[in-house]
């Protein structure tokens, strides 16, 4: 029997993160009731003109330059032609003939998988608008908040063998993008899309097969899954003796096939010519130092010192690196609890299962960066003990409200009244003969038991050493 | 003073007489509202007045300049703006069925800059439709007539600035140049008018042609008038990435301007053939001229001018097809109401909306891009603009200006084009090279032919050389009297 392998190529499409859009000076942020984040020059207008944003470049050099790519010296944009709703000037400006940058390589795999994907090209180009299908008024609707955020698409180089080697690439160009500032990379947001072009050949053979594509792919299950099937759909057909297709195809996920959109036959004639609106881009070497400049410490490297100088452990290490809202969660943490491992430690326990148990990827974690630091200090300096630290991150996870306030609105602060907490004692004594007994007989999982009662009347806010001490007292006192 | 005498001063005369308290702003403006009442029902130079509007605007202006708070050159002078310059809340239809009732929620810069200048604006101005033409008879809104004589056409495609110049139904006006749009209904209408080097202006709001050739101009009485109309507009603006830095003209420097050492040169590629003997004629009497002002006039070849009209149309129509994708009937304008789905809404409201020239240059567009045919079309284009540029940049070693005819012919008569749409895109053959490569051009009346017609004489200089062509074209003006007749006084003078 003949073996086959996939041959895998990604467009990667990421949003780049500047405040304004890509001509205009209209915001970027997610979300905002349909059409207000839209002006006359993104809605394209009659008479108006697009005026390149400055910052755009830079992002766009900056991801260019983390992923080992050369930058351009003179390039320009082009315009590509075609007709829908979502593309208000009927046109996208993007770059066809000279891309931001150029043969860049990302390494995926651990040890003998290392392995390095090539970077053809990233250029910078407008996403377009959504339609909206209002079911109500049996109608499509268009929304153009999103018309003129900067894009940069990451074509790959056709290396990639196996849906793994795919997703460990896109979680380590996610990473490296979340690193450097320039996108958030939210596939659920679709501030990072993926069309995958695959196609099959028997192993051993140097040419390609024929391929399909598979576009706006925005899980990275999804992914998985989608490469998975075409891989054997495509086998399965050329093992019967049929041919495959150059199409594009939409995978259903929930259904896990996927079906043709549209043949070779029907593609799009862009009729690409150079955009006379906008000026050529002239990067100088300055500019590119200067942008170097501002790359910060990758993952790797923040990796090794997070383990050599904070003394963390490697596995603590690897996952607080794993992704660069971890990091920023961490470091702020840690800055303002004044204790790395104290604050790597509530990351680790506390704060990954939360967003384990919510489902929640910590760049779309709702909490403000200074939350856990604060409960972490309100813990070390007594206000609270450790368990209604953990209480009160629980409660507030999700939510803007300040954990200092909310400790004090709440009445959760340490109860270190020694009247009040030797009235918890004495009841916990009075109602638990047996455990006084046995603790007297020396056993001494009894305290803990006691403690835990006495505990339990204070509702949680005993200072645990002093209910120790003031128990352990009273107990001496009846020997 | 009588509305009469009003009418007859420049631009520039109405301005002082305005600023020495001899008339008022109110009233040139009532006295040019007079005139477009009297005359646009028969010549259609305009496509809305601003009747009380602009009495308005001019009271308010007069008591500005009273109080001393405006001293631009122009302050308080009516002038009127081609209908493809968008202007907040008012219509603004390209004279196209397409955006009949578009209504833009913004201001083209150079709108602004004219508020700012204390201008007076009477109303918007008839063109072809979307700029696409050289008669101004392509118009949704009915040809415009030539005031010369109105069986005739006025040129194009600013053919209602041009003509509202010439039957003065306003001061001065504002076109848009894209391969002659400015300067040859200056030459049909024997008004003066500036292309000026490409970036001077900026085309924010400027509803796009072919973007990398459109430039805002002024046309004016006498050169004079444009320069102080162009300094009102010029300069870098942050909403057009394609403007440059540029120095406003100096008018007494114009005014002075000599003629000795001035180096002139003459193609004689635009006098082959097709050229009419009696535009030859002025046009060679009008570069005599300089010649006797002590200019030096030497004769040259610029054989890449034959290449000009195919290099123009297939830049013209590749840019255009792109720029005019945008009427597709989902977000404003036209949308044909016989539409059931979303093709239909593209093919029916762009076939229902556009006039056939328009739609001529957009398939030409679309065709020229295609792919396959783009390396034979556009690529070839894009060569043939890098030799002619440097044909200039070599020209403009040894010439400080090149003269030449604005049209091979003077105005033809209404219909003659329309019926042969080749011979309509050659008679833009001197026009549209200054425009391929972004140089500044100008067109001043020069003569007239056996029917009276005006003839033009077009200038083309270096780079931002406007100073150096508006003097030239000033010199010209002080020795001359064409541009001072206007079709009224066609029997006196005659
Ligand atoms: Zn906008």
Redesign the interface.
């Known amino acids: 029997m003949i073996e086959y392998e996939a041959v895998i190529g990604l467009e990667v499409h990421v949003e780049l993160s500047t405040e304004s859009k890509i001509f205009c000076a209209c915001p970027t942020a997610f979300g905002g009731a349909p059409n207000t984040h839209v002006c006359?020059i993104c809605?394209?207008?009659?008479?108006?003109?697009?005026?390149?944003n400055r910052e755009v470049l830079r992002y766009a050099i900056r991801a260019g330059l983390a992923t080992n790519c050369e930058i351009t010296r003179d390039g320009k944009f082009d315009?590509k032609?075609y007709?829908y709703?979502d593309l208000?000037?009927?046109?996208q400006i993007s770059q066809l003939y000279l891309p931001v940058c150029r043969n860049g390589r990302i390494e995926i795999g651990e040890g003998k998988n290392k392995k390095t994907i090539g970077i053809h090209e990233m250029h910078i180009e407008e996403d377009a608008g959504k339609l909206v299908h209002d079911p109500e008024g049996n109608c499509t609707l268009?929304d153009y908040n999103r018309c003129g955020i900067p894009l940069i698409e990451i074509v790959s180089k056709p290396d990639f063998r196996s849906a793994d080697e795919v997703t460990d690439y896109l979680e380590r160009l996610k990473t490296t993008l979340q690193y450097i500032g320039v996108s958030d990379c939210k596939m659920q947001e679709g501030s990072m899309r993926a069309d995958i072009n695959l196609s099959v050949r028997p192993v051993g053979r140097e040419e390609l097969g024929t391929r399909t594509e598979m576009k706006n792919m925005a899980s990275l299950k999804a992914i998985s899954r989608a490469i998975e099937a075409e891989t054997k759909r495509q086998i399965s057909r050329i093992s019967a003796g049929k041919p495959i297709k150059q199409q594009t195809r939409r995978w259903d996920d929930d259904k896990g096939v996927s079906f043709s959109m549209r043949s070779k036959e029907d593609a799009h004639?862009y009729?690409?010519?150079p955009e006379?609106?906008?000026?050529p881009l002239r990067v100088s070497d300055g500019m590119i130092e200067e942008i170097r400049r501002e790359i910060p410490e990758l993952r790797e490297a923040r990796r090794a010192r997070y383990i050599k100088e904070l003394g963390l452990p490697e596995y603590d290490a690897d996952i607080l690196t794993s992704s660069f809202p971890l990091v920023r969660i961490f470091e702020r943490t840690a800055g303002i609890c004044g204790n790395a491992k104290e604050a790597s430690n509530w990351i680790m326990t506390d704060l990954l299962k939360l967003l384990k148990d919510e489902q929640v990827a910590p760049e779309d974690m709702h909490f403000p960066e200074d939350s856990l630091g604060k409960i972490i200090r309100m813990t070390s300096e007594g206000v609270i003990n450790r368990s209604v630290g953990r209480r009160v991150l629980t409660e507030l996870f999700g939510s803007d409200t300040d954990p200092i306030t909310y400790v004090k609105d709440n009445g959760l602060a340490m109860v270190s009244d020694q009247s009040v907490i030797e009235t918890a004692v004495d009841r916990a004594i009075r109602e638990n003969e047996k455990a006084v007994a046995d603790y007297l007989c020396g056993n001494p999982k009894s305290l803990q038991f006691l403690i835990g009662q006495a505990m339990r009347h204070l509702r949680g806010k005993g200072d645990p050493q002093s209910v120790q001490k003031i128990l352990f007292e009273h107990l001496e006192k009846r020997r | 003073m009588k509305d009469e005498n009003i009418l007859n001063m420049t631009a520039l005369e109405v301005a002082r007489a305005i600023r020495s308290g001899d008339i008022t702003s109110p009233q040139a403006t009532e006295a040019v509202l007079s005139a477009i009442e009297e005359k646009d029902g028969e010549l259609n130079g305009y496509i809305r007045v601003f009747g009380d509007r602009a009495i308005a605007r001019a009271s308010e202006v007069q008591k500005q300049i009273e109080r001393g708070a405006l001293d631009y050159p122009l302050a308080g002078v009516p002038y009127a703006i081609k209908d493809n310059i968008c202007t907040e809340g008012i219509p603004t239809t390209c004279g196209s069925k397409m955006l009949e009732n578009f209504i833009p929620p913004y201001s083209a810069t150079v709108v602004h800059d004219l508020e700012r200048a204390g201008a007076v604006s009477v109303g918007k101005l008839n063109l072809d439709e979307f700029c696409m033409g050289s008669t101004s008879e392509t118009s949704f809104f009915g040809p415009v007539k030539n005031p010369w004589d109105t069986t005739r056409v006025p040129g194009g495609s600013s053919g209602g600035a041009a003509a509202s110049v010439a039957a003065r139904m306003s001061f001065y006006a504002y076109g848009s140049d894209t391969g002659g749009s400015i300067r040859q209904p200056c030459s049909y209408c024997g008004v003066s008018g500036i292309k000026p080097t490409y970036g001077s202006v900026s085309r924010f709001g400027l509803i796009a042609y072919a973007s990398s050739l459109d430039q805002i101009g002024p046309i004016g009485r006498d050169m004079l008038d444009c320069a102080a109309a162009l300094n009102q507009i010029i300069g870098k603006d942050p909403a057009d990435q394609t403007t440059i830095d540029t120095v406003p003209i100096d008018l007494s420097a114009a005014s002075e301007f000599s003629g000795k050492g001035l180096r002139i040169g003459v193609p004689e590629d635009f006098f082959a053939e097709g050229i009419d003997p009696e535009v030859e004629a002025a046009v060679r009497k009008a570069v005599h001229v300089f010649s006797e002002l002590g200019a030096s006039v030497t004769s040259f070849r610029l054989p890449i001018a034959r290449y000009a009209i195919p290099t123009y149309y297939i830049i013209a129509c590749a840019e255009a097809c792109s720029n005019l994708s945008r009427y597709d009937g989902i977000k404003y304008g036209y949308r044909s109401q016989n539409a059931k789905s979303l093709s239909d809404i593209y093919v029916m409201s762009r076939s229902e909306g556009f006039g056939l020239e328009v739609k001529r240059r957009i398939m030409l567009g679309n065709y020229v891009l295609s792919s396959g045919f783009y390396d034979a079309y556009y690529k070839k284009a894009l060569q043939s603009k890098a030799l002619i540029r440097k044909a200039f940049d070599e020209a403009f070693v040894k010439y400080d200006l090149i003269l030449g005819p604005t049209a091979p012919s003077t105005a033809p008569r209404i219909g003659e084009s329309l019926s042969d749409p080749l011979r309509m895109y050659l008679s833009d053959v001197y026009t549209v090279l200054p425009n391929i490569v972004g140089l500044p051009s100008a067109s001043i009346p020069c003569g007239f032919d056996r029917n009276n017609m005006p003839v033009g004489l077009q200038m083309i200089g270096p780079y931002r050389s406007e100073q150096t062509m508006v003097g030239a074209a000033c010199l010209f003006q002080r020795s001359t009297a064409y541009h001072l007749r206007f079709p009224e006084k066609r029997g006196e003078d005659a």
Request: proline share 18%; glycine share 8%.
């Open positions: 006359a809605s394209g207008m009659p008479g108006t003109l697009p005026a390149l315009r032609n007709f709703p208000p000037k009927a046109y268009v004639d009729k690409y010519f006379p609106d906008l000026l």
